[in-house]
């Protein structure tokens, strides 16, 4: 590959280092206006992608096949060797060795962080969590668990220190750890305690040790003899378990345990190429296996993504803290905070109320921030509900325009004119540090995105993976600034596209089913479910995601839908739902959108629920007074919502049979708690279907067409 090389000592002029006509995705430029930087950079020819086995338009020259029937498969540009990547240090292969590296770098620096209400933060050194770690970890041999691989240990916990404490425990002793969360269900953690023949739980609350006992009194989980709880309790509840066969402990008595018998039941930590975790899913519970080597692969792939540019001014850092308030029960919290343990990082844990989250991030003071584009939304809308008048949207939309601007030409800061004026106060909600905020999860607005760039002023990064490729196959490459896309594959995976016939869907043409992934980061299967580990998993080990893809010019790839999302109207047209929520989301008044449709019918309906905060001001400003209750309500009301909700659809290119025609107003959020959310706040659109049963029929037989 030719290389161009550019170098220029700061400050840095952008259009002297960033030609035209270069691949944005090949180059990071950093900006400060205080400080002065060397920036010297590779910049290959477009695009960005190595092609296995076939040429691609655009300049982009293919590998030789040597890995044999891959034609099409792409891979990412970054890195040396023609092998996936599988590990960034030598000394760090398996997740014990991640954080007992941490623990080196960071000479027993602050490790996990927790908060009382109105309070500092108080820290547990990496030498107080890898002795608690191994305390209990003994502690849990001693009790009768296995050093073993096939000995799962249940975790049934809110974010908090203890949660790390009992995963580095199992880490320590070859023990495997099994998530459990509240939104699975009574029948869910039912299952998945007897499918996983766990014999003993880890809690945080009284009120979830009564969950699992109320299995163990009806004889649905007669393997379960122990739970250990992090939270006091009463006697009560010591009582209640002796009397069905369950020992209740607290973690303490675990870990001095432990201490006393540490030296008897020291075991080696396994390899690479053994289980370390347990990941159950929501609705019918399917246990992906996930091995040392599946998570190292995973987080090696965003190290080398970050270290594209000479000064690595992404890179994590021991200063680094991160605020922990996504579920850990799901990885990609697990994997980003391994990245930050690796490098002798702190992670900062929040209370436990989202609604105090604002009030930590100010107490911890973040520089990485990993969020859900629900939130990303949410913090999109209040800051433009506060400019409440038009000379104030105006000036808001020219400064965050100049900073985007800035932005195009690979200058981040945040100290410039326009964060003074307007921004810092932004900047100020989240703590004032925030360097990195990667999301993921869910397709991301590029509105929000563009927005959040701009007026946050530091680098936001948007993935895309399932738990089965253990978080992320794909990654905004620094640099790459545009959005609409969820970046390129990850240095330790491929990814290629399958033709997908009866939604016209064809990968001759750059579209198709996204497989991913095959590489390093892909699970092992299914927990005692060979068929479905055969649906995921093809004869020559490609992950079949179920989602819709498109190659864009750049090399990027655009998420659509989930195939099993999509669906076609009466009249034969396919609907990807999930492409016009996210249109729609941006109507000023609209905080939530469930868009319908099935075959039987020839139109969308639509369920919104409007933003509290700021639908009654824009109400007001068209003439429409009363209360939030009253205003939802409001017929008219509900038709000037719509109204807005089309004109954002045919401002993006929405064809008329991709609007609703008709909407309901729900004055409810949709949310975890009632049902209608994921723990990672995506939507569960087959109980949303049933839940607004009633008010799709009666929209249907309001609208004739």
Known sequence: MSLRRFSSWGPVEPRAVAPPNTSPLCYL?????????????????????????????????????????????????????????THYYDDARTMYEVFRRGFSISENGPCLGFRKPKQPYQWLSYKEVAERAEALGSGLLQQGCKPSTKQFIGVFAQNRPEWII?????YTYSMVVVPLYDTLGPGAIRYIVNTADISTVIC????????????VERKETPGLSSIILMDPFEKELTERGRHCG????????????????????WVLPTGSSFKITLCF?????????????????????????????????????????????????????RVIQSVVYCHGGRI???????????????????????????????????????????????????????????????IIRNDSLWDKLFFNKIQASLGGCVRMIVTGAAPASPTVLGFL???????????????????????????????????????????????????????????????????????????????????????????????????????????????????????????????????YIRSDPVAQIYVHGDSLQAFLVGIVVPDSEVMPGWAKKRGFDGTYAELCKNKELQQAIMEDMVRLGKESGLHSFEQVKAIYIHSDMFSVQNGLLTPTLKAKRPELRDYFKKQIEELYSSISI
């Open 29 to 85: 430029q950093t900006y400060n206006s205080s400080s002065y930087f060397r920036v010297e950079v590779d910049i290959p020819p477009l695009p960005t992608l190595w092609v296995l086995g076939q040429e691609h338009g655009g300049g982009c020259r293919g590998l030789p096949s040597i890995w044999g029937g891959l034609a099409g498969a792409r891979r990412s540009v970054i890195g040396d060797s023609q092998q996936l990547l």
């Open 166 to 170: 009992s995963e580095l425990a199992c």
């Open 204 to 215: 945080d609350k009284p009120e979830k040790a009564r969950i699992l006992l109320d299995h």
């Open 246 to 265: 369950v020992r209740i402990q607290t973690m303490q008595e675990v870990e001095d345990c432990g201490r006393e018998s540490r030296h008897v039941f």
């Open 281 to 333: 899913f929501s609705g019918n519970p399917k246990g992906a296996m996930l091995t040392h080597g599946n998570v190292v692969a995973d987080f090696s792939g965003f190290l080398k993504v970050t270290e594209v540019n000479t000064l690595k001014v992404i890179f994590p850092r021991q200063d680094d803290v991160l605020i922990s308030f996504l579920p850990l029960a799901h990885m990609f919290e």
């Open 348 to 410: 900062g844990f929040f209370q436990g109320d989202i609604r105090l989250l604002s009030d930590d991030m100010k107490a911890l003071r973040p520089t990485i921030f990993p969020v859900v584009p629900r939130l990303l939304n949410r913090m999109y809308d209040k800051i433009f509900s506060q400019a409440d008048t038009s000379l104030k949207r105006w000036i808001l939309e020219f400064a965050a325009r100049r900073k985007k601007a800035e932005v195009r030409n690979g």
């Open 453 to 583: 760039r701009a007026a946050l002023g530091c680098q936001v990064y948007e993935g895309y993976g399932q738990t089965e490729c253990t978080a992320g196959c794909t990654f905004t490459t620094p640099g790459d600034w545009t959005s609409g896309h969820v970046g390129a594959p990850l240095p330790c995976n491929l990814i290629r596209l399958k033709d997908v016939e009866e939604l016209n869907y064809f990968a001759s043409k750059g579209e198709g089913e996204v497989i991913c992934v095959k590489g390093p980061n892909v699970f092992k299967g299914y927990l005692k479910d060979e068929e479905k580990t055969t649906e995921a998993l093809d004869q020559e080990g490609w992950l079949h995601t179920g989602d819709i893809g498109k190659w864009l010019p750049n090399g990027t790839l655009k998420i659509i839908d989930r195939k099993k999302h999509i669906f076609k109207l009466a009249q034969g047209e396919y609907i990807a739902p999930e492409k016009i929520e996210n249109i």
